[in-house]
């Protein structure tokens, strides 16, 4: 390494060539970086769900679950199945072991599943899918005192049009109930005309059809493909079904003996948007697509079209998490500027104004470096990178700092300018090598941190390593050539203008740090080594009382900090059986008591300050953001949804806009809607996403009963 660091010292050209290189490729990079609020990311994890319309849980238990369970336990790939049997579906996670080919093993899974051929008759198709991990951009919600099939259309038509789009691809729908044709007959009826249910079913599955009919050649070459088109898609087309020919040549039709019901699903989600019904649209980013840029044509398009809806119909942009990349990212930009004043104007303290600005070059070369490794690396621009760039910024230079201050010394010792900048950068190699490898030894862990978690947590050291490299790089083989050039400076009293001025004040500043080096620290180092033993003595205690204040509890320890947000929601979960009307009840105290917090900070809140609410999201019969949240955070589960479930969720102003922040909000929150004893669980957050709980304790036995006075007793316990 000492040759190495010799001859780009002596070949300026290649030192520069090489700043240059990195400072090039970095930046042209930079433009090519995927940008998303988090990092999208396979869970290793596939879902399974049935519907079962109609039956109870012990029935989805017995029927379905327990089957799919048994088909793919024998996989090699399944790490471990959890399901779940609720009223009218069957829910199962499969965990795929770690370094498994998911789209195999999904293929394996299916194979398995549609090879069960005793599913109850009235059980749907099973719809298997892998989780991947990923969060929305930005939600646009369509509102207005208007039915149901109304608010859909328009969200239908919203998609439509954002998907049309260039620079989005993935657009879906939520907090809507699916379409759905249904189609009711009573005995009598059936009975009437002499038929059975499995006959009426049957009939409407043959006729309800598109075939292939094979092709035609023709006479001069090519060919005209048939295919008969029977599928029914609207209430007349199933009204047309024939049944039944009867002998005198008369068709029984299914509009004769059954009413058919163009409407939505079963189920009981009601979702209002500040007070009214409404539907939403979830902008998603993909591929290389750019989150903020995303954001901003989203915005754009709600400004231009909403005179294109009716009177009464709102579209209003909701729940851009983009405004956090964008806040983070801005953040590393001042710190980053911030960083490189500092160290400048520190180094210019002591040392010459041309080794300050070439220390503090070291902060933008390292980060233009990683950079460019981000795609070699599969790094994107998102919360967590960047997050990471604020993290290493603080010891990025350390090593430059400790090259050019030795350098410095070697000159003012009087060794000539290369010679001393070689002697002095050789001399720190080995050192300020080891430093920087003991750095990356601290984050490198993390790479192998396995589970969800783990495939957030890596892209820490995917940035820290790579720019403490381009660090070491940039203070061994290009700062030694740039500061060759200085030489010690031997009337420091005879210079003239600011230049002498400032060296004049630098002489004396360094005067005065020999003197407190000189008076108060060496006495005190002499002190310690003298009484060594006294020392290790004080240190030992120093350790144990702090192992003693951690082992103790009086620090508390926190896997991933609580990160406040602009978003705060309130979730209710009441007993299962709950009726939905029941739910929305427990749903408008919470809003009512949102809108008795909203009034009294506004009035609290200075004049020219917006209100402390912008929007307002109550949903009965779902959670979204309890479920994205814990999405967020590398948790995998299923979306909270039934009857006996609700949520109210507070978009606020943004921090730098209002005068209260998000905890204390929900707290005021919390306190206002006072005890709530018909409801089995009720959580107030106002973090940007949740790390998953603390604990869980998982009780399997045989007898379900069982489980379930085993879990009142152990409640009550903890």
């Not at 911030?338 to 070291?362: E, H, I, K, P, Q």
């Amino acid at each position: 390494m000492n040759s190495l660091i010799e001859w780009f010292a002596k070949n300026g050209v290649a030192a520069n060539l090489l700043a240059i290189f990195i400072a090039v490729v970095g930046f042209v990079t930079i433009g090519t970086l995927r940008q998303e609020v988090f990092p999208e990311f396979s869970s290793d994890i596939i879902y399974v769900q049935v519907a079962y319309p109609g039956a109870a849980p012990e029935e989805i238990e017995e029927g379905i679950s327990q089957k799919i369970e048994e088909a793919v336990y024998g996989l090699t790939d399944v790490k471990k199945v959890t399901s779940t049997s609720r009223e009218n579906s069957s829910s199962l996670m499969i965990e795929l072991n770690p370094g498994t080919d998911a789209a195999r093993a999904l293929d394996e899974i299916k194979t398995r599943i549609d090879a069960i051929d005793t599913f109850p008759e009235e059980s749907e198709k099973p719809v298997i899918e892998e989780i991947i991990m990923r969060k929305q951009v930005i939600n646009v919600a369509i509102s207005g005192n208007a039915s149901e099939a109304t608010l859909r259309h328009y969200a239908s038509d919203v998609r439509d049009r954002l998907m049309a789009l260039e620079g989005i691809t993935q657009v879906e729908l939520a907090n809507v109930r699916e379409l759905e044709i249904s189609i009711e007959v009573s005995e009598n009826t059936l009975r009437q005309y002499g038929m059975s249910f499995d006959e009426l079913a049957m009939a409407i599955r043959k006729s309800s059809v598109d075939l292939p009919g094979g092709s035609i050649k023709v006479n001069r070459g090519g060919e005209v493909l048939l295919r008969t088109k029977g599928q029914a898609k609207e209430v007349e087309d199933f009204e047309k079904i024939i049944l039944r020919t009867l002998p005198d040549g008369t068709q029984l039709r299914l509009g004769q003996v059954a009413n058919i019901i163009d409407g939505f699903e079963e189920n009981d989600r009601e979702s209002y948007f500040n007070g009214v019904p409404c539907a939403l649209v979830k902008v998603f980013r993909v591929g290389d697509e750019n989150a903020i840029e995303i954001s901003e044509i989203v915005q754009q398009f709600t400004q231009n079209t909403a005179h294109l809806f009716p009177e009464g119909i709102n579209l209003t942009t909701w729940q851009d998490d983009s405004v956090y990349l964008a806040g983070r990212r801005d953040l590393m930009i001042r710190n980053g500027l911030t960083g490189f004043c500092l160290v400048f104007m520190v180094l210019a303290l002591f040392l010459r104004f041309r080794l300050a600005f070439w220390v503090s070059l070291g902060i933008p070369i390292s980060f233009l470096g990683t950079f460019w490794l981000m795609p070699t690396l599969d790094v994107s621009i998102s919360m967590i990178s960047l997050f990471a760039f604020i993290v290493v910024l603080g010891i990025v230079v350390d090593d430059a700092i400790l090259i050019g201050e030795n350098i410095h010394a070697h000159h003012e010792q009087g060794t000539p300018g290369l010679k001393g900048a070689i002697a002095g950068a050789i001399e720190m190699a080995k050192p300020v090598t080891f430093a920087i490898a003991t750095s990356i030894a601290a984050f490198a862990p993390l790479i192998f941190v396995s589970g969800n978690t783990g495939k957030i947590m890596k892209y820490i050291p995917l940035i820290v390593i790579p720019t403490l490299f381009f660090s070491l790089i940039e203070s061994l083989f290009i700062l030694p050539k740039h500061l060759s050039h200085l030489k010690k400076v031997e009337d420091i009293e005879g210079g003239k203008g600011f230049v002498g001025n400032w060296r004049r004040f630098q002489n004396r500043f360094v005067t005065r740090m020999d003197q407190f080096v000189m008076k108060i620290y060496k006495p005190s180092l002499r002190w310690c080594l003298e009484w060594r033993y006294l020392t290790m003595s004080i240190a030992t205690a120093v350790f144990f009382i702090t192992m003693g204040l951690v082992g103790g509890g009086h620090l508390k320890f926190t896997f991933f900090p609580p990160v406040e947000g602009d978003n705060i929601a309130a979730a209710v979960s009441m007993p299962l059986g709950t009726t939905s009307e029941e739910t929305q009840l427990a749903v408008k105290k919470i809003q009512k008591a949102a809108y008795e917090v909203r009034d009294e900070l506004d009035a609290q809140t200075p004049e020219g300050y917006p209100s402390i609410v912008r929007h307002m999201l109550s949903s009965v019969g779902s959670q979204p953001f309890m479920t994205d949240q814990s999405r967020s955070g590398g948790s995998v589960a299923s979306s909270i949804v039934g009857a006996h479930t609700g949520e109210v969720h507070i978009e606020a102003s943004p921090s730098e806009e209002r005068k209260f922040n998000a905890y204390d909000i929900a707290r005021r929150w919390r306190e206002k809607v006072g005890e709530m004893p018909e409801a089995e669980n009720l959580q107030f957050t106002a973090d940007i996403f949740q790390a998953g709980d603390a604990i869980n304790i998982v009780l399997t036995g045989a007898n379900f009963k069982e489980l379930i006075d085993a879990s009142k007793w152990l409640k009550i316990q903890l």
